[in-house]
Structures are given as C-alpha cells and as structure tokens.
C-alpha cells in the first residue's frame, strides 16, 4: 500500500547550520506530496506541498522538490533559527476523489543557539 | 478566518467514563478528519467524512470508538467506556474537497484517562 518513511529524529543541529530531513514515498498513483510542521502543543499546519514531478514547494526558507525517480521530497533549508525547532511531517495524498492524507512518523528538529 | 475548533483542549477522566471530544471545522470545508496521536504510533487517521457521511472508519481501533457528523459544522468523537490506553492528543482536521488540497488542523485535545 501507499506509505511515507521519514528519517528518525531527533536532528539536532545549531543556529544557522543546514537542514535536510529526508522522506521518501511509495505509491501506486501520483501522489501530492506535504509537508506539515507542529509547533509544541499545538496542531499540524500545512508548511508547503508540491503536486506534480519536479515542482519545488518553498514556504518561510524551507523548500523541497518532488522526485519521481527517486521516489522523494527531502525538507531543506539553508540556515536554520531556534524557532524552527518542531516536529515535521512528511505526506501523501492519493485519492482524487477524498483528501485522506497518509502520514510519515514525523522527525524532531531541535535548534540550539 | 477562525480555524479548527476543538473542545475541550485537555481532558482527564478515570477509566470506565464516556469521552466526548468535539470539533468545528472551517465553514466552506466538506471533509472532516480525526486523528489520534501518540509517541508509540505517530499519528493515525482514525475516521474521515466527506459533506457529512464517513467515508473510511478502518481506522476507528474498537466499537468502543464511534464518530458523528451530524451537520457540515459540528462533528463528535466519542469513546465508551474508555480505557488508559485510550489516552493521547486527539486531532480534527478540515480540508476542502478537491486533489491537493490542504486540511487544516486544529489544536487538539489532550486526553488522559486514569
């Protein structure tokens, strides 16, 4: 069946360094392909989302690009901030018809200073 | 806009009671998602419905677990009797129908069941 699997967490990284939280998917269809971040004690929320082959979703520094040959959308960013420090959740959406979203186990950032 | 309303935010009751966990979500979305979240196994999508009717409950862990729509604005979760393993944060999320779009989540509910 269709699934995600994100890199385990926790990534541990200092002020300004680089970010790369890798997911990589399988599917029958062609997926939509999110990425979501949850803040502590808070709910998910849609950090950016690619729907086709090659396309580039970008939102607030992060950015990550639709693979299909190599079945991935690895998280980015060039210089990471304390308050980038989350949970972040790699998705797939399948289905044409409903929205249920399929969800990788999500990856803990945690960014000292 | 006023996002995903969840009641109540945390809740702590002692097995054996009815839970009843209750969401509102965005006016204008047609599909309505809850799930449950916990260390041991992430985050599971428990029921969704789309313009009020379930459309996959595989979710749903046992009978005690049963959800409602009973209008595009309102929805229930509801555990009876409930057990401690039942205790987690449990998340409503609403979305537009369509490919690609989005849910929006709300804040959650925390549920410990003693």
């Known amino acids: 069946g269709d699934s995600v699997t994100q890199m385990e967490g926790p990534v541990t990284l200092s002020e300004e360094a680089f970010l790369t939280i890798n997911c990589t998917y399988t599917a029958t269809g062609y997926p939509s392909l999110f990425w979501y971040v949850q803040y502590p004690g808070e709910g998910l929320q849609l950090l950016l989302k690619?729907?086709?082959?090659?396309d580039k979703g970008s939102n607030k520094g992060f950015e990550a690009t639709y693979r299909k040959e190599t079945t991935s959308f690895h998280l980015e960013k060039g210089s990471v901030q304390v308050s980038d420090s989350a949970v972040y959740f790699c998705?797939?959406?399948?289905?044409?018809?409903?929205?249920?979203?399929?969800f990788g186990k999500g990856t803990t950032l945690s960014v000292s200073s | 806009d006023a996002g995903v309303i969840q009641s109540p935010r945390h809740e702590v009751t002692e097995m054996g009671q009815e839970v009843t966990l209750r969401c509102k979500p965005i006016s204008g979305h047609n599909s309505l998602f809850w799930y449950r979240q916990t260390m041991m196994r992430g985050l599971e999508l428990l029921i969704y419905?789309?313009?009020?009717?379930?459309?996959?409950d595989s979710g749903m862990p046992e009978d005690r677990f049963s959800a409602k729509m009973p209008n595009a604005s309102f929805s229930t979760l509801k555990i009876q009797p409930s057990e401690p393993r039942d205790s987690a944060v449990y998340f409503c999320?609403?979305?537009?129908?369509?490919?690609?779009?989005?849910?929006?989540f709300g804040d959650g509910t925390r549920l410990s069941i003693l």
């Open positions: 419905f789309n313009n009020n009717v379930p459309i996959d």
């Open positions: 690619a729907t086709k082959a090659d």
């Open positions: 999320a609403s979305t537009k129908s369509g490919p690609n779009q989005p849910q929006h």
């Open positions: 998705a797939l959406s399948v289905s044409q018809a409903g929205t249920a979203l399929i």
